[in-house]
């Protein structure tokens, strides 16, 4: 027979009544599942659309009983949104989206993505911040207005869930370059993406801060990612794969960024996208003429020519000057924004306004003062590709012009007809120089603008 002392009882009466005791205090709403609660009764008359075009640039206090109806497209289940109910006004093509700040924790208990709710938004406010619109109370910052969170004991007075069924939410689908066309606060999906490789390897946040993560699709658009270091998933390893992502069209700072619910929304099981090529180089791109009139030093020019014969993206091109003696580039005229086919004159002037007053046409870019396009006569110049490379060169780098064969002042430089191809090697005999001097079997006869210059046009 086992004995137990009336100690040990007193222990085991003891325990219980702590443990009853502890369980009593543990607030009901800090773990039980709440009550489903919905509505038929209440209807919409007026649209999210109509509500944010009455929006007048002010945070403005809405004081007419208007119900609207939207559709939840967020949940803080991850924790990688907080105190924030995302909402669009249809489940599939929506034209309108907006974030409601309220103070609720664990909102996925109330509200989960596809529910309709019916929105009451008398003494709501209205605004809009970092460019998206927000309702919510309203707080003052240096005697302004913005959107603030809904205290807690308010949220129910002002949102009430359908009985409905919940609708199937349909991401819309568009490409990255598309982003700015879709309305924020929208719920989009988007393939072909995947992590910038300078990411691979990260997690996706860092520890209690929120941090971007850079995504790019196959043709290298890139769009930002914007997590929080409080999420559940803020630790693992960014998804090395490609393949489709679904979140929340968003803005930062008024900057394009996704937001995603959870892990889940990110499906990168494929295969990185292949290497596309957006830089070529080219010897069919060369220096055709620069101009330095005597006349009018505002009329100054340089002009490129392209001989080959497929188009050629100048993506990472540049033109570069050396003044002077100056070994160290002094100036430089970024081409990347141009794609010429053959037989194309690119021209890029010092002074757009007076070039075109001098000319009769505007030029292709402005390169300003002090550019490639604005030398003197006496400095040096180079066309280099995306690569680094010298393709094609006027003058001889750490030689001063002055009495040289490459001294174009007060006149101008041409290329000889025949030549075809740049030359990394300046050689003279493929050039016409005219200058005030006629030094090293230049021509001296200073040149005057327009008569004696031919740009965008052959010689």
Partial sequence: ???????????????????????????????????????????????????????????????????????????????????????????????????????LRDSY?????????????????????????????????????????????????????????????????????????QPLNTLVRIEEMEFAEEELDSSYAQKHEQTLRKLTDCQDNEIRLLNSGYSDFYAETLPAGMGSITAINYSENGEPTLIIRSVDDILFTQERCKEWITEFTS????????????????????????????????????????????????????????VVVPGQFLVIASNAEAFEQTYGFAPDIEGGSNSPADSNGDDNLTLVDPFGQVIDIFGVIGEDGSGTSHEFEDGRAYRK????????????????????TGASGTINQPQNAPQDFTPGMPD
């Fill in 109 to 181: 208990l109330f509200f989960q993505p596809g529910d309709k709710v019916l929105l009451s938004l008398k003494g709501l406010y209205l605004g809009k911040s970092k460019g998206l619109f927000k309702l919510g109370s309203a707080y003052s910052t240096f005697g302004t207005l913005q959107p603030g969170r809904l205290p807690k004991h308010r949220i129910f007075t002002h949102i009430a869930k359908s009985c409905d069924h919940p609708s199937s939410l349909q991401p819309q689908k568009i490409s990255v370059d598309e982003i700015p066309f």
């Fill in 417 to 436: 007809i025949g030549v075809r191809l740049a030359n990394p090697v300046f050689t003279f005999q493929e050039w016409v120089v005219y200058n005030d």
């Fill in 283 to 338: 010897n069919h791109l060369f220096i055709s003429e620069l101009a330095d009139p005597d006349n009018n030093n505002s009329a100054r020019f340089v002009e490129l020519y392209y001989s080959g014969d497929e188009p050629l993206p100048l993506k990472g091109w540049h033109l570069d000057r050396y003044t002077n003696d100056n070994e160290e580039r002094s100036s430089s005229v970024d081409l990347s924004d141009f």
């Fill in 1 to 103: 027979m086992i004995v137990i002392s009336n100690r040990w009882k007193g222990l085991q009466v003891l325990g219980l009544i702590l443990i009853v005791f502890c369980s009593a205090c543990i607030k009901m709403d800090e773990w039980a599942v709440p009550e489903e609660k919905c509505t038929n009764n209440i209807l919409p008359n007026i649209s999210l659309r109509e509500v944010l075009d009455q929006y007048s640039d002010t945070t403005m206090e809405i004081v007419e009983d208007w119900v609207i109806e939207a559709y939840v497209i967020s949940s803080d289940q991850a924790g990688n949104i907080f105190n924030t109910l995302h909402l669009q006004d249809k489940p599939v093509n929506p034209t309108a989206g907006i974030q409601l700040e309220l103070e």
